[in-house]
Structure formats: C-alpha cells, structure tokens
T-cell receptor
Framework: AQKITQTQPGMFVQEKEAVTLDCTYD???????LFWYKQPSSGEMIFLIY??????QNATEGRYSLNFQKARKSANLVISASQLGDSAMYFC??????????????FGQGTTLQVKP | EADIYQTPRYLVIGTGKKITLECSQT?????MYWYQQDPGMELHLIHY???????EKGDLSSESTVSRIRTEHFPLTLESARPSHTSQYLC??????????????FGPGTRLLVL
C-alpha cells in the first residue's frame, strides 16, 4: 500500500533563513506524483509544488523547491528566505496511481512550521 | 488560480439535524473530492466523483452522502448530525485533461461543530 511519512511534527526557522521539510514515501508503482500543500490557520489547502516520478529535474516554484531523491524515496520541500507568512502546516501528498486512476491523494501527517522574526 | 467555493465556512448545529455542505467549482473540472480533516491531522478522502452521476466512497468510512447532478456542484449531506461528525470538510477538484499531474485544487473548507 502507498504511504507518506512526515516525521517532523513541528519546525522552527528564523526569518530569511532556508528550511527543509522532510517527506518520505512508499510505493511499488513506477509512475506517481508528489505534491506539497500549505495549510494556514484559516484552513484552506494551497498547492505549492509538484514532482513527477519521471521528471529528470527537481521541481522549483519561486522560493519553493523540491529535493527529490528517488532511490531514497524522499521528496523534501525546501523553502528559501523564509517569511513570516510561511508559518503554516505543510502536507506532503502522493497521487494514488492504483487501479482506476482515481487521482486520489494520500496525505502525510503534516509538519507545522513557525517562522520567527 | 483555483475557483472553488464552499459554504458555509463555519457551522454549529445540534445533534440530529440534517445538514448539507455546499461545494462548487467554476473551472469545468470533471473530478471532485471530499476530504475530512480533524484539527492538526492529515486529510482523509471520504467521497469522490469522476463526473456527473458518478460518485464513489473514499478510503475513510463516512455516514455522509454526496451527489453530482451538475459538473460544477458536489454537495455533501449528513442526514442526522452527531458530535462525532465534528471536523473540517474540504472539497477539491482536478482536471482530468491534465493527465499526468492532475493537481487537486481545494476550497476554503467548512468547519463543522455538532453539539
């Protein structure tokens, strides 16, 4: 069965510094997609970045980049130059590529990031 | 930018009441999803739909029901609310035409409190 693991329940980072949020996954399927979402205290889920299993390059979107290590089955999110507005819960998710191609997402437990001024 | 809406944002209701949580999207997405999330926890899929007149139960068992009569609308109904239904409910949609990536875009969520 597919599984996402985020081992850091909470993280602190100083404003303007970079921070890495860990995510490991388990799947036997050669084709899969990995997503990161941000959830502020208001509750909505904001899509940040996507990495496909066949993508040769690590994904980047502005201050967000994904450190994708396929052999280790890890897809860590790197946030550069942290801002106070980055304080939120961050979820790693994998698209369920099982039967019927439902497009369902499997979520990790989340990591709460607090940016200190 | 995603255009997916949920109402109400917050709902406090007594046990035994029937409630409907609304979800609408204006992006023409075929696939829609309902997730349930307890505070500080991961999301669990409770319902999904491939398109009009198509609904399936998700991984987490739920007493709620859904319908998909129009592409843009995917309401969730609880016939008799109980305190155990207290949670946040998040609606999402994705574009099957994206094929490989198929990013899910989420609404703002409904926080339900059943007394």
């Amino acid at each position: 069965a597919q599984k996402i693991t985020q081992t850091q329940p909470g993280m602190f980072v100083q404003e303007k510094e970079a921070v890495t949020l860990d995510c490991t996954y388990d799947t036997s399927d050669p084709s899969y997609g990995l997503f990161w979402y941000k959830q502020p205290s208001s509750g909505e889920m904001i899509f940040l970045i996507y990495q496909g299993s066949y993508d040769q390059q690590n994904a980047t979107e502005g201050r967000y980049s994904l450190n994708f290590q396929k052999a280790r089955k890890s897809a860590n999110l790197v946030i550069s130059a942290s801002q106070l507005g980055d304080s939120a819960m961050y979820f790693c998710a994998m698209r369920d590529s099982g039967s019927s191609n439902t497009g369902k997402l499997i979520f990790g437990q989340g990591t709460t990031l607090q940016v200190k001024p | 930018e995603a255009d997916i809406y949920q109402t109400p944002r917050y709902l406090v209701i007594g046990t035994g009441k029937k409630i409907t949580l609304e979800c609408s999207q204006t992006m023409g997405h075929d696939k829609m999803y309902w997730y349930q999330q307890d505070p500080g926890m991961e999301l669990h899929l409770i319902h999904y739909s491939y398109g009009v007149n198509s609904t399936e139960k998700g991984d987490l068992s739920s007493e709620s029901t859904v319908s998909r009569i129009r592409t843009e609308h995917f309401p969730l109904t609880l016939e008799s609310a109980r305190p155990s239904h207290t949670s946040q409910y998040l609606c999402a949609s994705s574009d099957v035409r994206q094929m490989y990536q198929e990013t899910q875009y989420f609404g703002p969520g409904t926080r339900l409190l059943v007394l």
